[in-house]
């Protein structure tokens, strides 16, 4: 061992905190050793004026205090002790219940619970939405059909507006709006309706039909708009119908010119 | 205690008895103040009649009381700002408690000591003061401050090492004369 190690034990031995074993062992170093020796004066210094400070005596009033302070504690401490015995057993037999694993249990049938009920409710109500927007789109249908058959030119007018905010348009209603194109006396009502029709020319029957009821038509007016929207959608199979028309007496010389023209474009 | 633990609180009367005065040295020594001093030896008894329940059978009453003196020092420590003030103490000592008590009046060595131990760490100072008591072990005392047995006796040689420094600079040779 060095000196390092025994001013380790230097302390200890002044305050007599050694074993024997290590006692012996240092005594022999000291005696050996001159450095050692003066590390010892220097910690026995230390200590010794520590160890020499002395104990101030309490004063009388600390312990009256203290006997104050114990009775008091003894008479709170008795009171609540009845109450005491009961809660703590009330509380014992609530620790004792398996209250947590339950709770969770508890909670996660609860959750999934939620999510089940919220998953069905949510897909019965699509399934009830969709049935409601066709019920609103039949009456929305019936409701035109039945306002084409309005004496009135202006309700006309708004039935056949309307089919422009429909999404699907069945046969019925085409078959409808054929019908009013080619009869309806109102050239302002047969002229809408000829638009309305032409944004649904992708439907061949629309097609067809526009390309029969060109030479129905009378109007210069519905002839000429007639004439631009088969241009416009290049319907081949309507040049035959315009040569028809142009073998029709009487025609309007403006109209004959612009069915010239079309039959030329459209070839 | 351990009959104190199981409901006999008067025993704790006894227990005082034997305890309070090392008690007392014990945070005067760190404090130098006598009322603040007496107040905290009411406080840890206080505390351990309140927490009796902790005490752990077969541990040393001893060592139990220390640890909880040590808790209230800190708790404690003097004033709002939360530090210890060698000021005001050395105000007390002056100005009231020490004065009246002879044997501190008669050496001014014993100031200087404070003074020179107010320097090291609150735990080197705890510890020296602590290992002064001859009634208590090594295991005591690192049951208190809560180490091991070996970093409890390398700390009180570190604490006496910087002290023997702190001995040097001040130009101290000898205390009690």
């Known amino acids: ?267 | 205690m351990l009959l104190v633990k199981a409901g006999d609180v008067e025993r704790m009367g006894l227990l005082f008895e034997r305890h309070h005065r090392a008690l007392f040295a014990f945070l005067f020594h760190l404090t130098q103040r006598r009322e603040a001093s007496e107040d905290m030896v009411q406080t840890v008894f206080y505390r351990m009649l309140k927490y009796r329940n902790s005490f752990a059978e077969g541990s040393n009453f001893s060592g139990w009381m220390y640890h909880i003196a040590r808790n209230v020092l800190k708790d404690q420590k003097f004033g709002s700002d939360g530090k210890y003030d060698p000021i005001s103490a050395h105000e007390e000592r002056i100005s009231g408690g020490a004065l009246a008590d002879e044997e501190l009046e008669k050496t001014q060595s014993h100031q200087q000591l404070y003074k020179a131990m107010e320097l090291l760490s609150s735990d080197d100072r705890e510890i020296l003061i602590l290992n002064r008591m001859k009634e208590l072990k090594y295991s005591e005392i690192s049951m208190i401050m809560g180490i091991t047995e070996g970093a409890a006796r390398i700390r009180v040689f570190r604490a006496v090492e910087e002290l023997k420094k702190i001995f040097i600079k001040k130009g101290i040779k000898s205390g009690n004369e």
Not at chain 1, 178 to 198: G, H
């Open chain 1, 1 to 267: 061992m060095k000196c390092e190690d025994y001013k380790q034990w230097l302390p200890d031995w002044h305050m007599g905190r050694l074993g024997n074993a290590e006692k012996e062992e240092l005594e022999q170093h000291l005696n050996s050793c001159d450095i050692c020796r003066e590390a010892l004066a220097a910690t026995a210094l230390v200590l010794d004026n520590i160890s020499g400070l002395p104990d101030p005596t309490p004063s009388a009033q600390m312990a009256v205090n203290f006997r104050g302070m114990l009775d008091d504690f003894k008479a709170a401490e008795k009171q609540p002790a009845a109450t005491n015995d009961f809660w703590s057993r009330l509380k014992r037999s609530w620790a004792s219940q398996p209250r947590f694993p339950l709770a969770y249990c508890l909670m996660i049938l609860l959750i999934f619970d939620c999510m089940v009920y919220w998953f069905s409710r949510n897909s019965e109500q699509e399934k009830e939405v969709q049935e409601l927007h066709a019920q609103v789109h039949e009456l929305k249908q019936t409701m035109m059909l039945a306002m084409l058959d309005n004496p009135l030119a202006s309700e006309r007018l708004k039935a056949v507006n309307y089919t422009g905010e429909m999404k699907r348009v069945d046969h019925n209603v085409i078959v409808a709006l054929l019908a009013t194109l080619n009869n309806d006396p109102n050239d302002n009502v047969r002229l809408s309706t000829l638009e309305a029709l032409a944004r649904l020319a992708n439907n061949p029957e629309v097609r067809t039909g526009l390309i029969q009821s060109i030479t129905k038509q009378d109007s210069p007016i519905i002839q000429l708009a007639i004439a631009d929207v088969m241009l416009k959608l290049q319907v081949k199979g309507s040049i035959s119908a315009f040569k028809q028309l142009l073998k029709q007496k009487g025609l309007d010389e403006n109209v004959r010119d612009k069915v010239k023209e079309t039959i030329t474009k459209l070839i």
